[in-house]
């Protein structure tokens, strides 16, 4: 199993940055995928950012250009770097991993953090 640590989250006016770290530990030799969802209550919860174990990349439109995501394999942990932060970025940020097992593909997923972007 992977377990995920979250941190970063916190209170921003908008047009500011913030980062959220996630730290991974367990299996982590296995790891494939490790990216950022978010969720607001009362909606799906939707992909971010996404980085592959080969480097390769995918930025959800509504981030482009203001987000940045990055990985460590040596730790192992993921970053989001969020600028020019709107208040529609506001959520609960949740750490995403996935990794294989005997070739099954599992999911894992933190905590969760709160990012608040204030008008």
């Known amino acids: 199993q992977v377990q995920l640590v979250e941190s970063g989250g916190g209170l921003v006016q908008a047009g500011g940055s913030l980062r959220l770290s996630c730290a991974a530990s367990?299996?982590?030799?296995?790891?494939?995928?490790m990216g950022w969802y978010r969720q607001v209550p009362g909606k799906q919860r939707e992909q971010v950012a996404i980085i592959r174990s080969g480097g390769s990349t995918n930025y959800a439109d509504s981030v482009k250009g203001r987000f940045t995501i990055s990985r460590d394999n040596a730790k192992p942990t993921i970053t989001l770097q969020m600028n020019s932060l709107k208040p529609e970025d506001t959520a609960v940020y949740y750490c995403y991993v996935n990794y294989e097992r005997n070739r099954v593909l599992f999911a894992s997923w933190g905590q969760g953090t709160q990012v608040t972007v204030s008008s």
């Open positions: 367990g299996s982590t030799f296995s790891i494939n995928d």
